[in-house]
């Protein structure tokens, strides 16, 4: 069984650091990953989509990496800022669970001004 | 474009009531979600259904039921409530595997 781990629970970076958030897997057979970004009390919001066949994907200040041999993807936010401030989750869809996603339990973030 | 919907957004049960949640979306999107969100253990599927008629038994399916009758809407119901499923319920949907998912705002459940 597919288990997804993110390390840390939470952290805090002060505003204007670049933030490293990492989403471990166990099985490397995935099909797709997924990152998300959670808001108190909110829906979850898609930020990237990663195929299995991709090193990484970029959008705005966001660049996530994926390395399936070592069974990880790492989000990075460049130059945080306090609207960054989050729970940020990432889900794996592997290829033998077709069509079904398993989450991370998530990383809180805090980014002070 | 509303995305994906869900109702109601709160309610409060006491043990042993039924309800039904309801879950929209405009997308045309063939799969469907059902997930409870629960402080430190992520999001545990609950239900899915892979197109129009079709229903499926996620992680956590114990004490739920679902329909899937029309293409946009998937709803998930509560036979008998009991507090172990206090906790908030996301729908979600996704057009194909390969796709994103997208998320509704969650209904965030009591049963006392």
């Known amino acids: 069984k597919q288990e997804v781990t993110q390390i840390p629970a939470a952290l805090s970076v002060p505003e204007g650091e670049n933030l490293v958030l990492n989403c471990s897997f166990t099985?490397?057979?995935?099909?797709?990953l997924q990152w998300f970004r959670q808001d108190p009390g909110k829906g979850l919001t898609s930020l990237l989509l990663?195929?299995?066949?991709?090193r990484e994907q970029t959008s705005g200040r966001l660049n996530a990496s994926l390395d399936k041999s070592s069974g990880r993807s790492t989000l990075y936010i460049a130059a945080s800022q306090p609207g960054d401030s989050a729970t940020y989750l990432c889900?794996?869809?592997?290829?033998?669970?077709?069509?079904?996603?398993?989450f991370g339990a998530g990383t809180q973030v805090v980014v002070t001004p | 474009n509303a995305g994906v919907t869900q109702t109601p957004k709160f309610r409060v049960l006491k043990t042993g009531q039924s309800m039904t949640l309801l879950c929209a979306q405009d997308?045309?999107?063939?799969?469907m979600y059902w997930y409870r969100q629960d402080p430190g253990m992520g999001l545990r599927l609950i239900h899915y259904?892979?197109?129009?008629?079709?229903?499926a038994k996620g992680e956590v399916p114990d004490g739920y039921n679902v329909s899937r009758l029309k293409k946009q809407n998937f709803l998930l119901g509560l036979e008998s409530a009991a507090p172990s499923q206090t906790s908030v319920y996301f729908c979600?949907?996704?057009?194909?595997?390969?796709?994103?998912?997208?998320f509704g705002p969650g209904t965030r459940l009591t049963v006392l």
């Open positions: 889900a794996v869809m592997t290829t033998d669970s077709w069509g079904k996603f398993q």
């Open positions: 099985d490397s057979a995935i099909y797709n």
């Open positions: 990663i195929q299995s066949s991709q």
């Open positions: 997308m045309n999107h063939e799969y």
């Open positions: 259904s892979v197109g129009e008629g079709t229903t």
């Open positions: 979600a949907s996704m057009a194909q595997v390969g796709n994103e998912q997208f």
